[in-house]
C-alpha cells in the first residue's frame, strides 16, 4: 500500500495548484477524483474553487457518522519544488507535509474501507483551506453537509489537535489634519496619534518570547496615503492579526476597543471561532487507543496555534480534529513527510474506522 500512496502522492505534488492557478487546482481534484470511479462524486463550487464530497451509495445521508478531509491547494513554492523526490525516508515536495500526501493517504484509505464499515462515511476534498476554506468546506455546510465527527489530515505528528485559536482581522484608523511639513503645528498628524495607540496595544498584548497559550496581537502593516516626506499626514491606519484563546472569546473585541481612543476608527474584518472539541470525546479516544497500540507509545492531545478547516466545523457545532503524519517545513523551502508514518497513518486511520 506505502508504493500506491507514494505514486499518488507525487502525482498531486508534481500539480502546482495554488490559488492563481485554477487550472492546476482543477488538475489536483481530477485527479484525486480518478481513483474514486464507482462513488457517488457530489462537486460543488463557489467563487471559482472547486470541491468534492465522495460517498457510498447514491444519495447523500442527512449526516455522515464520520467525515476524513483533505486538501489539494497549496502556497506558491520553487518550482523544483513541484517534483517531488524521495530521500532517505522522506518526500520532498511542495504539499509533502501540507498536505497532499496526507490526502493521497485519505483517498486510498477511503476507497479501500467505505463498502467495509456498517455506518455512512464521507471523503471530503477541498481546494481553498490555504485561502481560509470559505469556498470548500464552509460552503459545503452550507449546503448541508453533516457529520458527527471531523478529521483534517493537517500534520500533527501524531498528536491529535482537539483546539485551535480564533482569529480576528481588524483595522485601526487615525485621521489628522494635513500641512506643510515646515510648519506642522497647523496640522494634526494622523501617524503620531496612530503611535500612541499602538503603544497601548502592544504594552497590553506584549509579544511572547516563546510558545504561550494566550491571547497575541500581530501588527502586521502601517500605512498612510501620504507620498511625500514635506508634508503632516492626515490619515493612517494600522492592520493586525489577533489569535485569541477561547477563555477570550467573549471579550476580545471589547478589549481592544477600550484600548482605542475617541477619534480614531476600528474596522473588524474577519472574526473566526476557535476550534474545540472536547478531550473525552468518544472518537477522540477511541483513536487514541488505536494509535497507541499500533505506535506503542501514548497519543496525546495539543492546542494549535493556527487555523485550520476544522474552525468552520466548529462553528456549527461539529466535533472534530487535526489528526496526521509526520513531517515539516510547513511552506517552506525545504518541506518533507516522512514516508513511513504515512505507511503508519493508514493503519491507524483504518484501524479507528472499523472499530467504531
Known amino acids: 500500500m506505502i508504493d500506491q500512496i507514494l505514486k499518488l502522492a507525487k502525482q498531486l505534488i508534481s500539480i502546482p495548484s495554488t490559488k492563481n492557478s485554477p487550472k492546476e487546482i482543477k488538475k489536483a481534484l481530477n485527479v484525486a477524483l ?33 467525515i476524513l478531509n483533505g486538501h489539494l491547494d497549496v502556497v506558491p513554492g520553487r518550482p ?77 505528528e501524531f498528536k ?28 494634526k498628524n494622523a501617524l503620531w496619534g496612530l503611535k500612541k495607540i499602538l503603544d497601548k496595544i502592544e504594552k497590553a498584548f506584549p509579544v511572547p518570547k516563546r510558545p504561550v497559550w494566550k491571547t497575541t496581537v ?21 492592520l493586525f492579526d489577533v489569535r485569541y484563546i477561547s477563555a477570550d472569546t467573549e471579550t476580545i473585541e471589547k478589549k481592544i476597543k477600550n484600548l482605542i481612543s475617541d477619534e480614531a476608527k476600528i474596522e473588524f474584518l474577519e472574526n473566526e471561532p476557535i476550534h474545540f472539541s472536547p478531550k473525552n470525546n468518544q472518537h477522540i479516544l477511541k483513536l487514541q487507543e488505536v494509535g497507541q497500540e499500533i505506535l506503542g507509545k501514548k497519543i496525546t492531545t495539543i492546542k494549535g496555534y493556527g487555523a485550520s478547516d476544522a474552525r468552520h466545523y466548529s462553528r456549527v457545532g461539529i466535533a472534530g480534529i487535526e489528526f496526521g503524519p509526520k513531517g515539516q517545513g510547513l511552506h517552506s523551502d525545504n518541506e518533507w513527510i516522512d514516508t513511513q508514518s504515512l505507511k503508519d497513518y493508514y493503519q491507524i486511520l483504518r484501524q479507528f474506522l472499523l472499530s467504531l
Open 34 to 66: 480518478e481513483e474514486l470511479e464507482g462513488f457517488t462524486v457530489e462537486r460543488f463550487e463557489s467563487n471559482g474553487s472547486p470541491s468534492a464530497l465522495i460517498y457510498a451509495g447514491k444519495t447523500r445521508p442527512k449526516k455522515f457518522k464520520i
Open 80 to 156: 523544483e519544488q513541484f517534483n517531488p523526490r524521495e530521500v532517505n525516508g522522506k518526500l520532498y515536495g511542495r504539499g509533502a507535509d501540507d498536505m497532499k500526501a496526507a490526502s493521497a493517504v485519505l483517498i486510498l484509505l477511503f476507497k479501500e474501507i467505505v463498502n467495509k464499515v456498517n455506518y455512512p462515511l464521507a471523503l471530503q476534498l477541498v481546494t481553498d483551506e490555504e485561502i481560509g476554506g470559505y469556498d470548500g468546506v464552509r460552503y459545503q455546510i452550507n449546503k448541508g453537509v453533516k457529520a458527527d465527527f471531523f478529521i483534517t489530515g493537517e500534520t500533527t
Open 160 to 187: 491529535i489537535k482537539n483546539e485551535a485559536k480564533g482569529v480576528i482581522w481588524l483595522k485601526i484608523i487615525t485621521k489628522g489634519k494635513a500641512a506643510h511639513g515646515a510648519y506642522l503645528w497647523r496640522g
Open 218 to 238: 500581530n501588527l502586521a502593516k502601517i500605512s498612510t496615503p501620504n507620498m511625500t516626506a514635506n508634508k503632516v499626514p492626515d490619515s493612517a491606519e494600522a
